[in-house]
């Protein structure tokens, strides 16, 4: 009897002890409220004006909501495996069971040295910007370096000024070095497909070749004592051998939902570059951001789309419980093309959290962006191209983080 009570114990205790090497933790962002939203956008058929505003109860205009896991298990000698799964919510939608993957990666990570994970994961300039970004990653209008879909020239997609996160992705990222910090990312999706006979115009079928979608990433981040400062480098490549050599026209300046989509056009390199840096007086913390984005034909080096902006900020508690912000920015679009249009455009914005609690707040946000018209270019590219475009935003809603 004093055996099996013995073995019990022993059996509780190093279950005990695995759990303790253990952990996993459940988080995630619930943000909901009103939202009123004006645009107005050139239309070239007919020609005129777009216009339209829209009143809603709407998600995420503070933070996009989610839902992760992550986790770690010791495995001795300073050497953890760490792992996160984390998805998009939609609580505004009408299926809230859409996943979204937002993160998924598995790695290890030695204590002095640092972290090498597999996955879908975030590049090294959203690291960045999300860690020097006044509005702190906000998805209400007013942003130039990360504007919201439908908002900056008649842009496609809220991650056009940079790309947000990449799947196939191997990264690596140090620990602390006398106040630096490196991270590193490596992108590999490749095909090669060999086909016999001549299947053009055949549904369903290639002709064989070669598809890649690769891409490089690099970031440095310098903490000393106040000031944080942050740099980060990454370039893509969609290369098609059967693909049709890609032509950056135009009507892409302003646009730039096709141009700027690595995943689906062929024959493009796609080079950024991001910088940032924060300095905190105490009272208030300031901010300031630039960003650059050239999308080249593989093919032709002079055919070519790029997107610039610069941007200030700051933040700062008024109380106790009572957060606000502010930041203003300007950028231009430029292009090689017929007319070789330019396009400038501004945006500010202004917000206020009311802290009820650690974990949960009020919000109030209000932003205004406007695009000039196309410079250099006829009529009918000036409204194709996004140019005199105009939108503004006013969010009100609640946020709970867990």
């Not at 001549?198 to 549904?203: A, D, E, L, R, Y």
């Amino acid at each position: 009897m004093k055996k099996s009570l013995f073995a019990i114990a022993a059996v509780t205790a190093f279950a005990g002890a695995a759990q303790a090497q253990s952990s996993v933790t459940v988080y995630g962002i619930l943000d909901m409220g009103y939202s009123n939203k004006s645009t107005s956008t050139p239309s070239a058929i007919p020609a005129g004006t777009a216009k339209t505003n829209t009143s809603a109860f709407a998600s995420d205009m503070e933070q996009s909501s989610r839902l992760g896991f992550k986790g770690s298990e010791d495995l001795g000698g300073g050497r953890q495996a760490v792992f996160t799964i984390e998805t998009g919510l939609t609580p505004a939608g009408s299926q809230m069971s859409t996943l979204n993957n937002r993160q998924s990666f598995v790695g290890v990570h030695q204590n002095g040295l640092g972290q090498a994970a597999l996955g879908t994961q975030y590049t090294p300039i959203h690291i960045a910007f999300a860690a020097t970004d006044p509005g702190q990653n906000n998805n209400t209008v007013g942003n130039v370096v990360r504007p919201t879909a439908g908002t900056d020239g008649g842009q496609s997609a809220a991650s056009s000024a940079y790309t947000i996160s990449t799947t196939n992705t191997l990264t690596a990222q140090s620990d602390d070095f006398a106040g630096f910090k490196f991270n590193a990312q490596y992108t590999l999706n490749g095909k090669n497909a060999t086909q016999s006979g001549n299947n053009t115009g055949v549904t369903g079928a290639t002709n064989g070749g070669t598809t890649n979608f690769t891409g490089y990433g690099l970031g440095v981040n310098y903490t000393w004592n106040k000031l944080f400062a942050t740099a980060a480098w990454q370039s893509f490549k969609n290369l098609d051998s059967n693909g049709v050599a890609t032509t950056i026209t135009p009507a892409s300046v302003g646009s730039p939902g096709t141009t700027w989509s690595e995943t689906t056009v062929p024959n493009v390199t796609d080079n950024q570059f991001y910088a940032g840096a924060t300095y905190d007086f105490g009272i208030l913390k300031a901010y300031g951001n630039y960003i650059n984005r050239k999308a080249t034909g593989a093919l032709n080096s002079n055919n070519y789309a790029s997107r610039t902006a610069e941007q200030i900020g700051v933040r700062s508690f008024i109380t106790s419980t009572i957060e606000a912000w502010g930041s203003a920015g300007l950028g231009r679009y430029t292009s090689y093309g017929a007319g070789s249009p330019t396009v400038n455009f501004n945006a500010w914005q202004l917000g206020s959290n009311y802290w009820l609690s650690k974990r949960t707040n009020l919000y109030a946000i209000y932003g205004q962006t406007l695009t000039s018209q196309a410079s250099g270019a006829t009529a009918a590219v000036n409204l194709n191209a996004g140019g005199g475009a105009k939108a503004s935003q006013m969010a009100l809603g609640v946020r709970h983080t867990f």
